[in-house]
């Protein structure tokens, strides 16, 4: 097949699955707009961290939406087990302590964040010197069985071979 007829094909598919991909949300919406309402509400802080992240992989806004959904569920168990309805939606976020723990959650993933962040440096830092100790070592047994025409020219450009005897030991 050309490119040209398999745009139109893919574009067409595409097209279909972004129809059923609505429709399945407005179903979902539909059938669970108070449950919908009651994560919208406690999912706050992540809309917020979804909006400052400006990374491509959206780190932090996943660390606090995990947590942040961590936080929520045991309320939208509660939620679901008591038969539901919007009397009950802002019964449980009008409690101050439901908030205060759906939204603690959600702080509790910035911590994560910002606590990981010099753990992680620090760990490829680590990493980073003890690859070039390994490599230093290895070069070093390198030089003492093929001389030192194996490192190539030196930091002044001229070639270190010239320098010395170019015939290398044979292994």
């Given at each position: 097949m050309t490119e040209a007829t398999e745009n139109p094909q893919a574009a067409k598919k595409r097209r279909g699955g972004s129809i059923v991909m609505w429709l399945l949300a407005a179903g979902i919406l539909f059938a669970f707009y108070e449950s919908i309402v009651l994560l919208l509400i406690g999912?706050?802080?992540t809309g917020i961290a979804l909006l400052a992240d400006r990374s491509p992989q959206k780190d932090y806004a996943r660390s606090v939406g995990y947590l942040n959904f961590a936080g929520c569920l045991p309320w939208m168990i509660d939620f679901w087990m008591s038969g539901g309805g919007f009397?009950?939606?802002f019964?449980?976020?009008g409690d101050p302590f439901v908030l205060g723990v759906m939204y603690a959650a959600a702080a509790a993933g910035w911590g994560l964040c910002f606590a990981m962040r010099p753990f992680v440096t620090t760990?490829?830092?680590v990493?980073?010197?003890v690859k070039e100790a390994q490599l230093a070592k290895r070069q070093g047994e390198l030089v003492e069985t093929?001389?030192?025409a194996v490192r190539g020219p030196d930091k002044k450009g001229e070639d270190a071979a010239a320098q010395e005897d170019t015939a290398l030991p044979q292994p």
């Open positions: 999912m706050i802080p009397a009950r939606v019964e449980i976020v760990y490829l830092i990493a980073a010197e093929w001389g030192k």
